[in-house]
């Protein structure tokens, strides 16, 4: 079992910085690609960014130059990813869901996981 555990959103003016981060913890031998998604509302779940595990990083155009996506990889650290959002805007409200594609420890099957989400909200 693997669990995603996201922190970091919140109310923030038009403008303002957000620093999301996501844990994942369990039977995790390696994550290939983490990263975050956004479902607001009345929309369907859209790619924010994600990051591999050599670094390589892909944002939706919406974000470019706004977001920045990264990761900590080392040993003794949990698997964590985070995204830092500048200049905010009321358009990125939304909630805001980690995923991680996982190798399993012992089996090594590959997994999608989801985070439960952490709201953002961008408004005056």
């Known amino acids: 079992q693997v669990q995603l555990v996201e922190s970091g959103g919140g109310l923030v003016q038009p403008g303002g910085s957000l620093r999301l981060s996501c844990a994942a913890s369990g039977s995790i031998f390696s994550i290939n690609v983490m990263g975050w998604y956004r479902q607001a509302p009345g929309k369907e779940r859209e790619l924010v960014a994600v990051i591999t595990s050599g670094g390589i990083t892909n944002y939706a155009d919406s974000v470019k130059g706004r977001f920045t996506i990264s990761r900590d990889n080392a040993k003794n650290a949990k698997n964590t990813v985070y995204v830092q959002m500048n200049s905010l805007k009321p358009e990125d409200t939304a909630v805001y869901y980690c995923?991680?594609?996982?190798?399993?420890?012992?089996?090594?099957?590959?997994?999608?996981?989801w985070g439960k989400g952490t709201l953002v909200t961008v408004s005056s």
């Open positions: 995923n991680a594609d996982v190798i399993i420890a012992g089996s090594y099957l590959h997994m999608k996981y």
